[in-house]
């Protein structure tokens, strides 16, 4: 099956034509018919399968410039917020469509500007967009689809009461409402009961990882863990890597600790960064500028970084799903991918947490020519039990 039968409007099928696509993901396949035909839709589908255009391109085939918001999209990050607003622009090219860009930590003046010039489609954060809405700059009167992206992402970020209220805003009468999230915990699964009408279900391959990536965890002992990192960095052959921390202070740290090898090519992003900042590091990595990334889990969900061969985790993550989430920035679109995750004895049950996750054990693996200090992890197998003597005479059997 092709783009050219699924419906889509011609403006929006030259664009995707221009892209260089075909042939449609399974979640594109299966949710842009049913978007077109005006139903709510939950959808779930592993990172990088191409979801944003699962919503966007029949989103843009169903409105036609009229210069007032009627396509809002809320999104958990900024940098979340200002990928999709790209797709948005680059698929609705040639629709004569504007979109606007809502986010924190910049000014509120020139997104009121394009807000004012007449936006058919805008993106936003869910308090930024509140923001513009106390100031009258954002109307929700001729809004015609509402798609909440990433919702248990809001939710750990605390966002829901926000959400919540931006909904109530908007009109209940001939509104479709696209709901995406990886998972489905109880709060979520009451707010969508509440949000959306008859809905049907679009899941592809949940907690599913790509099959283009090869994982292996490395064991070491604690007081190794960087010197391994930088080992594993020197003999691995990569064109960009993402290196993922649990915390922003660890993101600082693992990046002076790769500079200080003479490493220049290395960026930061986490969010004690200010937004400026951040983007020219996400440009810089997309662009080759920076060959390394070193993020939280800030940039893990949803950002679309094509030919990222290596992601190196600096620690297992504590939330299994996040380990999905960050490894899905390799092996994106068939490409393969190398995933390494550096474990130390602490982590053990994180481990484990992420092999039941997946479904899959994933192999330890020792680097050669590494000088090692012990530790049990790197053990083959576990010793035998030894059997002490008793120093009695044996009982004989009766």
């Avoid at 090219?93 to 504007?98: E, F, P, Q, T």
């Avoid at 900042?277 to 440009?283: P, S």
Wanted: hydrophobic share 40%; proline share 5%.
């Amino acid at each position: 099956m092709g783009f050219d039968t699924l419906g889509l409007s011609a403006a929006v099928l030259k664009a995707v034509e221009e892209s260089g696509y075909t042939t449609p993901t399974p979640i594109q396949e299966r949710a842009i018919p049913i978007i077109l035909e005006g139903r709510d839709v939950i959808g779930a589908s592993q990172t990088g399968t191409g979801k944003t255009a699962a919503f966007a391109l029949p989103s843009l085939s169903r409105i036609q410039p009229l210069g007032k918001p009627q396509i809002l999209v809320l999104e958990p990050t900024r940098e979340l917020a200002h990928q999709v607003a790209e797709s948005f622009l680059h698929y609705g090219k040639h629709s004569g469509l504007k979109v606007a860009l809502l986010y924190g930590g910049v000014g509120l003046g020139k997104q009121a500007e394009e807000l004012q010039a007449g936006a058919d489609v805008v993106v936003a954060t869910p308090g930024r967009l509140v923001d513009h809405f106390y100031r009258a700059a954002m109307r929700f009167g001729e809004l015609k689809v509402l798609v909440l992206d990433e919702v248990d992402r809001m939710l750990d970020m605390g966002f829901l009461p926000q959400v919540r209220k931006i909904v109530n805003l908007c009109p209940w009468e001939g509104r479709q409402t696209l709901f995406f999230s990886a998972t489905m915990p109880p709060a979520i699964q009451t707010f969508a009961q509440w949000c959306l009408s008859n809905p049907v279900e679009v899941e592809i391959a949940r907690r599913a990882v790509a099959s283009t990536v090869t994982h292996a965890f490395y064991p070491v002992a604690m007081d190794q863990r960087d010197e391994l990192l930088l080992a594993l960095l020197k003999e691995t052959d990569y064109h960009s890597v993402m290196i993922f921390t649990r915390t922003r202070k660890e993101a600082d740290d693992v990046t002076s600790l790769i500079k200080s090898t003479g490493q220049t090519k290395v960026a930061a992003m986490h969010s004690d960064i200010q937004q400026t900042d951040r983007m020219k590091a996400l440009a810089g990595f997309k662009s080759g500028e920076f060959e390394i990334l070193v993020a939280t889990d800030v940039a893990a969900r949803g950002i679309d970084i094509s030919g990222v061969s290596h992601v190196i985790n600096y620690r297992v993550p504590e939330n299994a799903e996040d380990y999905v989430h960050r490894i899905g920035r390799t092996g994106r679109a068939e490409a393969e991918g190398d995933a390494f995750t550096i474990l130390t004895a602490d982590e053990l049950d994180f481990a484990k947490s992420v092999e039941v996750f997946i479904d899959q054990k994933i192999p330890r693996r020792r680097l050669e020519g590494f000088d090692y200090t012990y530790t049990a992890l790197l053990d083959d197998s576990p010793p035998k039990p030894v059997r002490r003597k008793t120093g009695g005479p044996k009982k004989r059997r009766r």
